[in-house]
């Protein structure tokens, strides 16, 4: 090999070298786009923001705390509402299957602009306020919702096999579609069990 053959081969391993070593640098600089799925959650947390402690003995009047919470990988800035529903173990949840929301009405809703890639969190505070019981049934007239009251008329029936009046506190998701200036549901739901007692 003559000295401007090595002159070349110095060259472009310099040239070679330069850029693996500058690669890093250069994909913080040029983002990548890659393909991800798009996707919003939504979760329940219990008073100490565990998945795990949330209430479950409800007695009336006895004011409970849970956290709604959800969090953004649209890929965009999104604006949400968050339904809040009231059932008891008959009455219908959301269909995942045709993603459509429980027919129910909502007792209480939480809206939220959440950037990319962000969480939301919200304090929700339940107490069963006006109940009545016979011996085979529970009813829950009234409840409120962070300080506000609201009329379920909910009634449950005993369950033997586990021993309790069974209710569901779920919530359920909607995103703002912006081109239609409405939110439709985002297949996106969450419940916790509620045993009511006096």
């Given at each position: 090999m003559n000295l401007e053959e090595y002159r070349t081969v110095f060259t472009v391993t310099s040239l070679l070298l330069t850029l693996i070593v500058a690669a890093p640098m250069i994909s913080m600089l040029i983002p990548i786009r890659t393909r991800t799925e798009r996707f919003s959650e939504l979760w329940i947390l219990g008073p100490d923001h565990t998945a795990g402690d949330h209430p479950f003995n409800v007695r009336v009047n006895e004011t409970h705390r849970i956290f709604a919470g959800l969090g953004n990988h649209m890929g965009y800035p999104a604006y949400y509402m968050v339904l809040v529903k009231f059932r008891n173990r008959t009455q219908p949840l959301p269909d995942s299957l045709s993603s459509k929301?429980?027919?129910?009405?909502?007792?209480?809703?939480?809206?939220?602009?959440?950037?990319?890639?962000?969480?939301?969190?919200?304090?929700?505070?339940?107490?069963?306020?006006?109940?009545?019981?016979?011996?085979?049934?529970?009813?829950?007239?009234?409840?409120?919702?962070?300080?506000v009251v609201f009329s379920v008329n909910c009634t449950s029936d005993w369950d033997s096999e586990n021993g309790g009046f069974y209710y569901q506190l779920f919530l359920e998701l909607y995103l703002c579609d912006t081109s239609l200036h409405e939110f439709r549901y985002e297949n996106r739901f969450v419940g916790i069990w509620l045993n009511a007692t006096e």
């Open positions: 929301p429980s027919p129910l009405p909502p007792i209480y809703e939480f809206r939220a602009f959440v950037s990319d890639g962000a969480r939301w969190e919200a304090p929700l505070n339940f107490a069963f306020l006006e109940v009545s019981r016979s011996e085979d049934s529970f009813l829950v007239r009234q409840m409120s919702i962070n300080g």
